[in-house]
């Protein structure tokens, strides 16, 4: 997008990656196939990010909401087709499954129905804080902290252990998004 950073802003992204990589790590084993996919749904959701604020900038007449709506709709006429031919035979036996585990169609269909509705929410909030001229860097790095919150949520409701590991990856992710914040006032002024 034409935009240069100072050296310090780049600095502080350092600590940001590396504090959050720390305070996500459960175990030093870990399988390539799940760092590949979490590395390429990263780059993904940054790349989608880079070029729909360039395209919402281009589009004076459309906000950020109706960006993220049409966005919605064309992946959902893309992808349908291919989750139908790649997926469609196992999804009855994934019903058959969770029906087995205990949940009722009816429990069932509100856990899908919830958890699309606050993704949705989710996505079309993102949108708007682009909209509203957020660069892309700044809103990935307020979406890095997301993760830092997700996981002391996870200890407040679900009291899950947290290793002293975890706790300096999040303490070093949120000291590099106050580094961050500091360098990209500076370089502003």
Not at 27 to 34: A, D, Q, R
Not at 149 to 171: T, Y
């Amino acid at each position: 997008m034409k935009e240069s950073y100072s050296p310090l802003v780049w600095l502080s992204l350092v600590p940001i990656v590396l504090g959050c990589s720390l305070s996500a790590m459960k175990e030093v084993s870990f399988g390539l196939g799940g760092v590949t996919g979490a590395m390429t749904s990263n780059v993904a959701f940054v790349l989608r990010n880079i070029f729909s604020k360039r395209e919402m900038d281009k589009l004076k007449d459309v906000d950020g909401i109706n960006f993220y709506g049409v966005i919605s709709i064309m992946s959902m006429l893309y992808l349908a087709p291919v989750a139908f031919l790649v997926e469609g035979s196992k999804w009855s036996a994934g019903w058959a499954a969770a029906m087995g585990s205990g949940f009722t169609p009816l429990s069932l269909a509100k856990l899908i129905a919830g958890s699309g509705l606050f993704y949705h929410l989710y996505n079309q909030s993102s949108f708007m804080c682009l909209d509203a001229g957020i660069s892309p860097v700044s809103f990935s790095v307020a979406n890095s902290m997301k993760r830092v919150v997700v996981i002391v949520s996870s200890i407040i409701f679900f009291r899950n252990f947290v290793s002293l590991q975890n706790w300096a990856g999040m303490g070093m992710a949120c000291v590099g998004a106050y580094c961050y914040t500091v360098a990209k006032r500076r370089s502003d002024a």
